[in-house]
């Protein structure tokens, strides 16, 4: 019975949010294809054919943009429950990342300290791997002149928990309030999408997500995973039987 209701929201979820995406995806198509008409016309100067190309190649970017950050939600694959060792999927996003944060002179940190080793959670790997990137690149972006992305799993009592620190721009109250909803970004290019596919992956998972931010000093995200989806946590002891 809970797992009809974890597919039933699952759904609304996923058709919910497709809805917006599949429009916003509407608009620069509708733009390229309007551009593409121009290019056909005769005695178009030379000018005009290189702006009108790059238009078209910035708004097929954006397109692009916007199915890769909500991609991995929206892939028709069937339910898969797998367990997910945190630890190594934080060591794989961090791997991932290391060019683009390198490109940005950001250091990308992960708290072996603070970490708890072999804590698993189960859910799907590829969405849980796309929820942690969409953050982690929020956090890279957040630092343009160079900082420290730390990332760190550990237990909360018995609840396994992440976290995601940088040393980045900060949000105000009222931006910190606006993450998560659709569309809402504050990048010249961004999408506004991935905190929100990031957000509703992670709430599927039974993960509580908590961020605090402050101006100038950087934002920290941490993620509790309440229960398992499926009610059933796998502890590390128990995976040899
Ligand atoms: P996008 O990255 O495409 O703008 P997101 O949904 O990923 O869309 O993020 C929405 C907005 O939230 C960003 O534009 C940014 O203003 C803000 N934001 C998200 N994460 C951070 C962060 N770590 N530090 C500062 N601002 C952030
Ligand atoms: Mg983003």
Do not use: W
């Not at 683009?100 to 992960?110: D, G, L, P, S, T």
């Amino acid at each position: 019975f809970q797992e009809e209701i974890r597919k039933a929201e699952k759904l609304k979820l996923v058709t919910g949010i497709a809805a917006s995406v599949a429009h916003e995806v509407r608009n620069p198509l509708t733009t390229v294809r309007g551009f593409i008409q121009l290019l056909g016309k005769e005695g178009l100067s030379q000018r005009n054919r290189i702006y009108y190309q790059q238009i078209c190649l910035e708004e097929l970017d954006r397109a692009q943009q916007i199915i890769s950050d909500y991609l991995t939600l929206a892939k028709p694959d069937p339910e898969r429950i797998e367990p997910i060792h945190i630890l190594a999927e934080i060591q794989y996003v961090a791997n991932v990342l290391s060019s683009y944060a390198n490109m940005q002179n950001v250091r990308i940190e992960i708290d072996m300290e603070r970490c708890v080793q072999d804590i698993q959670i189960v859910g799907d790997q590829s969405k849980f791997r796309q929820a942690l990137i969409n953050l982690c690149k929020n956090s890279i972006e957040a630092m343009p002149e160079g900082g420290t992305l730390t990332l760190a799993t550990g237990l909360y009592k018995i609840n396994p928990v992440i976290s995601i620190k940088d040393t980045g721009i900060g949000m105000t109250k009222e931006q910190l309030n606006r993450l998560g909803t659709p569309f809402y970004s504050t990048k010249e290019k961004g999408t506004g999408l991935g905190t929100m596919v990031a957000f509703s992956i992670l709430r599927t998972m039974a993960g509580e997500i908590e961020t605090t931010s402050e101006l100038g000093k950087g934002t920290a995200c941490t993620i509790i995973f309440t229960k398992n989806p499926a009610g059933a946590m796998l502890p590390a002891a128990d995976q040899q039987s």
